[in-house]
Structures are given as structure tokens and as C-alpha cells.
């Protein structure tokens, strides 16, 4: 009998840790001086870090951005449709570019025979840094969905830019 009182006696005393209450202890008691320690020194080696990347690589990229671009680049604005759509946007086109970074200017069709797969070879080429092309046919579509009202025409064919993509966009 005298295991049983012990037994009650010992579950009657509750453990060390269990009297202190949780989330008793803050940043700065000495009992977390290792880990305040090493929280401290990887935050001021990351912070470092970063501060050291900053100053290495954003000083490159301000100095790409600094005078971008030096002069107008030069586009291409080509007539494939003839009609009054492909007049009337490569009119506008070329009036309004020398506002803008990049300088259109009026190219005759016929500099592409195979088409507008002719006009994206130049551009993959270089040739141009950006080409607008009015896609053949497009004044006789909106014309016909005009007298036969058609929901499958679809607007966004009637024009068609392409660019050479390996610049920074931002920069323009």
C-alpha cells in the first residue's frame, strides 16, 4: 500500500515544466540567448546580402535604362488588303509615329511577295524593329459582315503587329 500513496503523491506533484505557463517568455530573456543569437546573426547576413545584391546588380540595369533608346527605331506599316480599312489605318499609322519612339513609315506590298510570312521573316531578320501589317481581305470581310451580319467575324484579324521581342519593354 505504501506504492499506492507514493504513486498519489507523485501525480499529486506536477512536473517543472509544466508550472511555467506558455508563451511566458519574450524575445530578450536571458533563457533565449543562443537562439536571439543566431536569429540576429542570419538576419544582419541576410540583410547584408541583399543590400550587397542591390548595389551589384541595380546599378546594370538603371545604367541599360539610362538613355533607351538613343533615336527612333524604325517600323514598317505594310497594305496587304488595298482597301479603304488598309488606306485609312497605315494613313493614321504613319501620320501619328513621330510622337512616339517608334517611327513608321509606309511599305509597299509588293516588297512581299510571299505575303505577310514575308514581312515576319524581315522582322525575325532584323530588318525592322516592328511591322504592322493590314491582313488581305480585311475591308472585304467587315464589308460582307456589314450586308450579312455574321457573329463569327472577328476584328482583331484585320491588323496584325509583329516585333522583335528581345529588348526591354519598359525601355520604350
Known amino acids: 500500500m505504501s506504492s499506492d500513496s507514493d504513486t498519489v503523491q507523485l501525480s499529486a506533484t506536477p512536473p517543472a ?17 543562443v537562439e536571439r543569437r543566431i536569429y540576429l546573426i542570419t538576419l544582419v547576413k541576410g540583410c547584408f546580402l541583399i ?7 541595380f546599378p ?23 482597301g479603304p480599312i488598309g488606306q485609312f489605318v497605315a494613313a493614321q499609322l504613319v501620320a501619328t509615329s513621330p510622337a512616339t519612339k517608334v517611327t513608321l513609315m509606309g511599305v509597299p506590298a509588293s516588297h512581299f511577295p510571299g505575303g505577310p510570312n514575308d514581312l515576319i521573316n524581315d522582322v525575325v531578320e532584323q530588318h525592322t524593329w516592328v511591322a504592322v501589317a493590314i ?21 482583331t484579324e484585320a491588323i496584325t503587329m509583329y516585333a522583335a521581342e528581345a529588348r526591354n519593354e519598359n525601355a520604350l
Open 17 to 33: 515544466a509544466a508550472k511555467e505557463k506558455p508563451f511566458c517568455r519574450h524575445f530578450f530573456a536571458p533563457c533565449n540567448a
Open 60 to 82: 546594370i540595369y538603371w545604367g541599360s535604362l539610362w538613355k533607351t533608346p538613343v533615336r527612333p527605331l524604325n517600323g514598317w506599316v505594310v497594305d496587304f488588303d488595298g
Open 51 to 57: 543590400v550587397v545584391t542591390i548595389f551589384a546588380v
Open 135 to 155: 491582313n488581305p481581305g480585311a475591308s472585304a470581310r467587315l464589308q460582307a459582315s456589314y450586308v450579312n451580319p455574321n457573329a463569327t467575324y472577328n476584328g
